[in-house]
């Protein structure tokens, strides 16, 4: 799940209010907190309205369980690793070293329901 911090932190109020306490998960080596095992990580790129309003997104992830994977882009000029593009620019006069670094990557949604949205979330 993904969600602005504000609506992970009213989640949390609510939970707390009424005496329930999500548990925490380890998730690329730090605890993150958690609705029924699942992590529910902070996005600031999701917006919370001047109403105070905003979303928690969920994703079910893997080709395993029909979800949403990741593809990258293979056979780049100047390929580094699987996705990643790295060309040298130059050395200007200060003798600073120059590099334009690129990384092509998208994601593939395999059924509709691999996502979901609870919008109007009340954060204040």
């Not at 529910?40 to 969920?58: T, Y």
Request: hydrophobic fraction near 45%; glycine fraction near 8%.
């Amino acid at each position: 799940m993904f969600a602005h911090p504000k609506a992970i932190a009213a989640f949390a109020r609510q939970c707390n209010s009424r005496g329930i306490y999500p548990q925490t998960v380890e998730f690329n080596g730090q605890k993150a907190p958690a609705w029924r095992g699942v992590p529910l990580l902070p996005c600031n790129k999701i917006p919370v309205s001047d109403q105070g309003v905003s979303s928690i997104m969920v994703m079910r992830l893997g080709e395993k369980d029909q979800g949403v994977v990741g593809l990258r882009r293979t056979g780049l000029v100047d390929e580094y690793e699987p996705g990643l593009s790295v060309r040298f620019m130059g050395i200007d006069d200060k003798a600073i070293i120059s590099y334009l670094v690129t990384t092509y990557y998208s994601a593939a949604v395999l059924v509709p329901d691999a996502l979901g949205i609870l919008e109007s979330v009340e954060v204040l």
